[in-house]
C-alpha cells in the first residue's frame, strides 16, 4: 500500500509470540490463601461471623471432649465444613471431602494450609452425637442471631412464620408395606433394586421408608408430586426478613400449623417480644389462631377464600411481611438426624 512492501513475520518470530504452556512442574511454591480470596467475596462476610459465633462456644467445645487422648478434628471445623455443604449445595459429606482435597476456597474457609491433610468422611459420624447430645447446631445458630440483633437488624415484636417441604435423603423404592412379607427373592441389584409399585396405593398409615422410617411422604400442593420428606419451620422477623429460628419435623398434614405454639414459646425464652405473626392461609385455622391469641401474639394471617379463624381480625395485606424458607439446588435433599 502507498508502494510499501509489505514485509511478513518469520515463522520464529511468530513462535516467540505465542504463549505456550510449560511442562516442567515447580517443586517449590509459596502461596498465601488469604491472598488467593477476593477482598469482595461474600464468604469474607460468612467467615467473620461465623468465626465470632464459634468463638463464643469455646468453652462449650472444650467440656465436650476429654482432656487426655489423641487430639480429633477441631468441631469448629465440622460445623463451618456443614456451613459450606448448605451454602453449595454439596450432595454429601463424602463429595466434599473429595472436594477438600483440591479446592483452596474451602480450605481457606476452614482455616486450612496447602499441605494439611483433609480429614476422612467418617469424622462427620463420629461426631454428630456428640454435637447433637449438648445442642450445638442450635447454640451456633443463636450466637449468630445475637450478632444481628446487637447490630440492631431485628424486630423483637413482628414476625413471621412459613413453612417448607426438605426432601429425605431416601429412595421412593425404600417405601414398603409395614405389615407386608419380606421379599422372597433377593434383589437383581442390592444397591438399586428394581421395584414395581404401579397402581400400588400407597400411603404413610400403611407403608414406611426402610432406610429413614421418620420420613414421610408429602408433597408442596396440588398436582405436585409427592416425595419422601420432612417438614422445615422458618420464623422470621419482619424488620429485614432475617431468619431466627428454624426448626424441623416430620411432614404431617398439620405440621406446619402446630409447630407455632412453640416458636412463640422458645422466642420469648430468648428474649424476644412477639405482638404479630403473619402467616399465609394455611395457618387459618381456629386451633392454630386460638393459640396465638392465648399467648397474646395478634395472628396477621391471610384468609382462606371461604372466610378462615381470623374474619373477627382485619388487617390489610400491606401492613404484614410474608418471608420464605425454599432450599435451593440439590441441598434440598437431606439425612436428617436427631
Known amino acids: 500500500m502507498g508502494g510499501l512492501d509489505i514485509v511478513e513475520a518469520s515463522r520464529s518470530e511468530v513462535a516467540r509470540v505465542r504463549g505456550r504452556q510449560n511442562p ?23 467467615k467473620h461471623i461465623a468465626d465470632a459465633a464459634l468463638r463464643e462456644l469455646s468453652q462449650l ?13 477441631p468441631p469448629e471445623r465440622l460445623l463451618k465444613a456443614s456451613l459450606l455443604m448448605s451454602l453449595y449445595s454439596i450432595r454429601s459429606e463424602r463429595a466434599f471431602c473429595e472436594q477438600l482435597d483440591y479446592h483452596l476456597l474451602y480450605r481457606w474457609f476452614l482455616d486450612m494450609n496447602m499441605v494439611e491433610p483433609n ?31 446487637n ?72 398436582g405436585k408430586e409427592a416425595r419422601l420428606s420432612y417438614a422445615g419451620h422458618a420464623l422470621m422477623e419482619n424488620r429485614h426478613g432475617l431468619v431466627v429460628d428454624f426448626q424441623l419435623s416430620q411432614a404431617t398434614g398439620t405440621a406446619e400449623r402446630d409447630v407455632v405454639p412453640q416458636l412463640i414459646d422458645q422466642a ?4 424476644f417480644r412477639p405482638l404479630t405473626l403473619g402467616a399465609d392461609k394455611s395457618y387459618d385455622t ?13 395472628p396477621h394471617v391471610a384468609q382462606t377464600p371461604a372466610g378462615g379463624a381470623v374474619r373477627s381480625t382485619v388487617v390489610p395485606r400491606a401492613t404484614w411481611v410474608m418471608g420464605s424458607a425454599r432450599p435451593s439446588g440439590s441441598g434440598s435433599r437431606r439425612s436428617l438426624d436427631g
Open 24 to 46: 516442567q512442574i515447580s517443586m517449590l511454591a509459596f502461596i498465601d490463601l488469604e491472598s488467593r480470596v477476593p477482598l469482595d467475596h461474600p464468604l469474607r462476610t460468612i
Open 61 to 73: 467445645f472444650d467440656e465436650m471432649y476429654a482432656e487426655d487422648g489423641r487430639p480429633s478434628i
Open 119 to 149: 480429614f476422612d468422611r467418617s469424622t462427620f459420624s463420629k461426631n454428630r452425637e456428640r454435637l447433637l447430645q449438648h445442642q450445638v447446631g442450635q447454640q451456633f445458630f443463636d450466637a449468630v442471631v445475637r450478632q444481628a440483633d
Open 151 to 222: 447490630r440492631h437488624l431485628l424486630s423483637d415484636e413482628h414476625f413471621t412464620v412459613d413453612g417448607t417441604l426438605i426432601e429425605a435423603a431416601a429412595s421412593l423404592k425404600s417405601f414398603r408395606r409395614k405389615d407386608g412379607p419380606p421379599p422372597s427373592t433377593p434383589p437383581d441389584d442390592p444397591g438399586n433394586p428394581t421395584v414395581n409399585f404401579h397402581r400400588e396405593r400407597r400411603s404413610n398409615a400403611t407403608h414406611q421408608s426402610t432406610t429413614d422410617p421418620q420420613a414421610m411422604l408429602a408433597k408442596k400442593g396440588k
Open 268 to 271: 420469648r425464652e430468648r428474649g
Open 286 to 298: 381456629k386451633s392454630c389462631v386460638a393459640d396465638l391469641r392465648a399467648r397474646d401474639v395478634t
